[in-house]
């Protein structure tokens, strides 16, 4: 399945990402939608916070919430909010 957007998904822009999820004892994977900003991308996968500090100058630790998905289960990319560079 190719999925349009990717190129604007771009470490500091906010998403929307819907992705095929496992499911323990299921016969089928359920679609889910994980929203936040993202982190990394490379060919693999993609890593958004979706919690985070307010003050971008406190380094990642556990109090934020942090999603790695594979790239081969999305089905859908939004972008909610493009990264302008004037941050």
Do not use: C
């Amino acid at each position: 399945m190719t999925v349009r957007g990717w190129r604007k998904v771009v470490p500091g822009a906010i998403v929307a990402i819907t992705f095929l999820d496992h499911v323990e004892d299921g016969s089928e994977t359920i679609p889910f939608v994980v929203y936040g900003r993202v982190v990394k991308k490379d060919r693999k996968e993609l890593t958004l916070d979706s919690w985070e500090y307010q003050d971008v100058k406190i380094p990642h630790d556990d109090n934020e919430k942090r999603f790695s998905i594979v790239r081969g289960a999305v089905t859908r990319v939004r972008v909610l909010e493009e990264v302008d560079g004037k941050e």
